[in-house]
């Protein structure tokens, strides 16, 4: 398909730079103008996405915002301006899309994807893109998406991390997949909590905005089945790959019907219910880890037995002398013969579930300092145990340990503290 007789003048010139590139050209710029994506939150996420899907030449984009722009807003959300507090959020981003390319249909929709209306929305997308900063929606937009047989471009940030990926259920992994259920309110800390870098929405909505013009077009490679992680702090990209869950039961089949999209009901809408930011979920089941966790560590296939465990579940790993099983553990703990229990996992981590007793000393704190490190001299030689989320990472705070303090009983806790909670 070569023909420019579908682009007007100014499109010509505008996409000009497109129509050059080698692998793109006429026939990407007219599915990107024959396209239409719905993309929910006019904020951090929301506006890069929004900028360069407009700007890129899609020719129909709804927004979904219920908001209205705030000073707060604008160190990220550089949609918005100065001039336009006070003003709707699609409002506000729907000029600037259309200063970008005044030939694009844009439909604001100044209100919140509930699930009483996420169907309806999301109807006729070609594409859906989830900017929105609170689970609930997350999980309306997902099972709607689900239901739909909608691909939908996930992405989320919380302080100097983000992550992204492309979702779509029966040709790939489905958000569920990852993150079977949400956390409950408060778990997890939001943007307006815990701070966000301004730019990282710009890095990763600009990755939405290329993951949903490479869907559209066809061009390369997409992000289903792939994890994105970006960490802007050491400048690291990581991914993680991703599989459906066979045992997952999926939305289509528990009936669940527009009432009980995302598991919340009708009348709790979802910017009312938002419990908290995106980022870090809570995955009910051994999953790849969420954003912030410095190492890389492979998903478990399959849930360990706890009971009787001689290697690590998750790696595959023997388990070695200094290792305990969380058995072993819990029956130290019960019998008081613990010197101290240490989470080197981030702080996130730590708040979103922990075991008893334990202080938090992150990993990348610990390489500096360990002071909070207790039981290290414990006078009756009672163990030291080291846990993160699966045993990678606590393994290297025990080696660390191991060197600076050599009389310490030190033990890393195998498949962390994913296997513990099973037990
Ligand atoms: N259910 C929803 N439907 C539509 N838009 C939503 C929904 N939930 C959240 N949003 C929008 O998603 C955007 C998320 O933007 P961002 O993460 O930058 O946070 P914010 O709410 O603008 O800022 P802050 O949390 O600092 O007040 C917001 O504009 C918000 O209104």
Known sequence: MNDLSQFSRSQMERFQRHFSLDGFGIEAQAKLLNSR?????????????????????????????????DRSNLHR??????????????????????????????????????????????????????????????????????????PMVSGSILRFAGQVSLFWAGHGPAYRDLYPEAPDAGEVPTCAQAGVLGVLPGVIGSIMATETIKFLTGIGETLLGRVLIYDALDASFREISLHPDPERVPVTSIGADVAGL?????????????????????????????????????????????????????????????????????????????????????????????????????????????????????????PVVLYCKIGVRSRQALEVLRQRHPQAQLRNLIGGYELYRQL
């Not at 900028?51 to 984009?61: D, E, P, S």
């Open 262 to 382: 995302g598991g919340f009901s009708e009348d709790a809408p979802a910017a009312a219910a938002a419990p908290a930011a995106p980022v870090a979920q809570a995955p009910a089941a051994p999953a790849p880890d969420a954003v912030e966790q410095p190492e890389s560590e492979p998903a478990a296939d399959q849930p360990a037995d706890v009971e009787d465990l001689d290697f690590n579940p998750f790696t595959g790993d023997p388990k070695l002398a200094d290792e305990l099983t969380p058995k072993e553990l819990r029956e130290l703990i019960d019998a008081g013969a613990i010197g101290g229990i240490v989470d080197v996992r981030e702080p996130w981590e730590h708040q979103m579930g922990t075991i008893e007793g334990a202080v938090n000393v992150p990993l990348r704190d610990l390489w500096a300092d360990d002071a909070g490190v207790s039981g290290l001299e414990d006078d009756a030689g009672r």
């Open 77 to 150: 959300q550089v949609i918005h301006s100065e001039g336009s507090i006070g003003e709707p959020k699609t409002a506000s981003a729907a000029a600037v899309m259309r200063g970008l390319h005044p030939e694009i249909v844009i439909h604001e929709h100044r209100e919140p994807i509930t699930a009483a209306n996420a169907l309806e929305l999301i109807n006729e997308a070609d594409i859906v893109v989830d900017g929105s900063d609170n689970f609930t929606t997350r999980y309306v937009v997902a099972d709607a998406c689900e239901i739909a047989d909608k």
């Open 37 to 69: 994506v719905v993309v929910i939150g006019a904020g951090g996420l929301g506006a890069p996405i929004l900028t360069y899907l407009a700007a890129a030449g899609v020719g129909t984009i709804e927004v979904i915002d219920h908001d209205v722009v």
